[in-house]
């Protein structure tokens, strides 16, 4: 009845935007959040209050960023979005329009880098259900994964079925293209994406129409992950 406190409006905002097909996967990473938390609450506590919490504001504001890019280019994001909500694959006549790629083009690539960013939460999370500190891993410290290659930031919570949900589109290839010039339009047709990771790399195709697909498949992970931030950050367990 009352108008929520602001974590409370984000944490609504993030997850409405999967749609109400999906509210369960906001559930399910709001129990394995529960369940690392109920494995070791001291520890748990530790990581919130001494690593996290510092570390949350600015986490937000660079989601807030990617949020503002996705509004920018809503016309066209909009044509694939109940495609990624269904989880259905795109009908073969379906055509979206190009016309507006260059607004777009970065935005694969920017969420990517966003995602993979904020992939230490479900990380540090997941040391501590396996019975870790929450800055230990299997094979390294918090500080040296912070250090890896940001395509590799989802393997040590491989195995973790529920954080599957935070990189199910997680396509470094893509992302790459994007940031070094390895993107563009095929000659023959204003519907095929041509792209590349590296200079010597080969050119992979896509339509457009996947492209866009892709962009809220990763906008959907982000979502999901901006929820499980708010929850752990202010303990709305």
């Given at each position: 009845?009352?108008?929520?406190?602001l974590?409370?409006?984000?944490?609504?905002?993030a997850?409405?935007?999967?749609?109400?097909?999906?509210?369960?996967?906001?559930?399910?990473?709001?129990?394995e959040?529960?369940?690392?938390?109920?494995?070791?609450?001291?520890?748990?506590?530790?990581?919130?209050?001494?690593?996290?919490?510092?570390?949350?504001?600015?986490?937000?504001?660079r989601?807030?960023?990617?949020?503002?890019?996705?509004l920018?280019?809503?016309?066209?994001?909009?044509?694939?979005?109940?495609?990624?909500?269904?989880?259905?694959?795109?009908?073969?006549?379906?055509?979206?329009?190009s016309?507006?790629?260059q607004?777009?083009?970065?935005?694969?690539?920017?969420?990517?880098?966003?995602?993979?960013a904020?992939?230490?939460l479900?990380?540090c999370l997941?040391?501590?259900?396996?019975?870790?500190?929450?800055?230990?891993?299997?094979?390294?410290?918090?500080?040296?994964?912070?250090?890896?290659?940001k395509?590799?930031?989802?393997?040590?919570?491989?195995?973790?079925?529920?954080f599957?949900?935070?990189?199910?589109?997680?396509?470094?290839?893509?992302?790459?293209?994007?940031?070094?010039?390895?993107?563009?339009l095929?000659?023959?047709?204003?519907?095929?994406?041509?792209?590349?990771?590296?200079?010597?790399?080969?050119?992979?195709?896509?339509?457009?129409?996947?492209?866009l697909?892709?962009?809220?498949?990763?906008?959907?992970?982000?979502?999901?992950?901006?929820?499980?931030?708010?929850?752990?950050?202010h303990?709305?367990i």
């Amino acid at each position: 009845p009352e108008p929520p406190v602001l974590m409370q409006a984000i944490f609504l905002t993030a997850s409405t935007f999967l749609g109400q097909s999906r509210q369960n996967e906001v559930m399910s990473l709001t129990q394995e959040i529960r369940r690392s938390k109920n494995s070791n609450e001291t520890e748990f506590q530790r990581f919130r209050t001494e690593y996290y919490q510092e570390r949350f504001d600015d986490l937000i504001n660079r989601q807030i960023e990617i949020i503002s890019e996705y509004l920018s280019g809503y016309d066209q994001f909009i044509q694939t979005w109940l495609y990624a909500s269904l989880a259905k694959p795109i009908d073969s006549p379906y055509i979206a329009s190009s016309k507006d790629l260059q607004k777009i083009k970065m935005f694969y690539g920017n969420a990517f880098e966003e995602l993979s960013a904020g992939l230490f939460l479900p990380a540090c999370l997941n040391n501590i259900t396996c019975g870790r500190d929450y800055d230990q891993f299997d094979q390294m410290s918090l500080t040296k994964y912070l250090g890896i290659n940001k395509a590799n930031r989802a393997n040590p919570f491989i195995e973790n079925h529920e954080f599957y949900l935070l990189h199910d589109e997680f396509d470094s290839t893509l992302r790459n293209s994007t940031h070094h010039r390895g993107f563009r339009l095929a000659n023959e047709s204003k519907e095929i994406i041509e792209y590349r990771s590296g200079d010597a790399g080969q050119w992979k195709r896509m339509h457009y129409t996947e492209y866009l697909l892709k962009c809220n498949k990763i906008m959907f992970c982000m979502m999901r992950l901006l929820s499980m931030q708010v929850l752990v950050a202010h303990d709305m367990i």
